[in-house]
């Protein structure tokens, strides 16, 4: 079974970076798309950011113009640079594969990023 394991949170001031990564634990095949969701406290998940096989992006519109996703298939992961954080970013950042043959839906465990006002 793959495990998608997310890193780079952590608690930082407002107009901070930060990078998340998420590495999955063995090589993935026949992915359709890679994504960051995120949860605040009290709402529902939302999609910030996703880049699909052919690297075609879709943002939040939200972080336009502050995030970017990219990911490096050699080494299975996906990364979220974070500039000009802001505290209504603060939620838990989940990592999500999805793919084919036969099809799947891989989620990470999620890592906390706190922005400070």
């Known amino acids: 079974q793959v495990q998608l394991v997310e890193s780079g949170g952590g608690l930082v001031q407002a107009g901070s970076s930060l990078r998340l990564s998420c590495a999955a634990s063995?090589?993935?095949?026949?992915?359709?798309?890679m994504g960051w969701y995120r949860q605040a406290p009290g709402k529902q998940r939302e999609l910030v950011a996703d880049i699909t096989n052919g690297k075609s992006t879709n943002y939040a519109d939200s972080v336009k113009g502050r995030f970017t996703i990219s990911r490096d298939n050699a080494k299975n992961t996906v990364y979220l640079q974070m500039n000009s954080l802001k505290p209504e970013d603060t939620a838990v950042y989940y990592c999500r594969v999805t793919g084919w043959g036969p099809q799947y839906n891989l989620w990470g465990q999620g890592t906390q990023v706190t922005v400070s006002s």
């Open positions: 063995k090589s993935i095949i026949r992915i359709n798309s």
